[in-house]
């Protein structure tokens, strides 16, 4: 796919919405990298949180982390050393 966009004044681009959605590059501190190669210039999107791993990092998921975290500096819980002792403690 090939989409002419004009650089104005002082070297500035603007992507198009779609591509920004399509890339998340519509979300907060979301970057591009630029590479040259071969006469070309490349764009790869460049995220502080891959899209795949967003997930962690909403703000119901990251209160529960707290929580979580609250309660291990308070010595609750119980800690196992692996997922076979974990399991055992099932039983």
């Known amino acids: 796919m090939s989409t002419y966009i004009n650089v104005r004044e002082r070297g500035q681009i603007s992507l198009p919405a779609a591509i920004r959605k399509k890339f998340h590059l519509d979300e907060p501190g979301?970057?591009?990298?630029?590479?040259?190669?071969?006469g070309e210039i490349v764009l790869r999107p460049m995220l502080p949180v891959p899209a795949d791993q967003a997930w962690a990092w909403t703000e119901e998921f990251q209160a529960?982390?707290?929580?979580?975290d609250a309660e291990i500096a308070a010595g609750l819980g119980t800690v196992y050393n692996s997922?076979?002792?974990f399991l055992e403690s099932l039983k």
Do not use: F, L, M, N
Not at 30 to 38: G, L, M, Y
Not at 64 to 68: D, I, M, N, Q, S
């Open 64 to 68: 529960g982390e707290r929580v979580a």
């Open 30 to 38: 979301a970057q591009v990298e630029i590479i040259e190669r071969s």
């Open 83 to 85: 997922g076979e002792e």
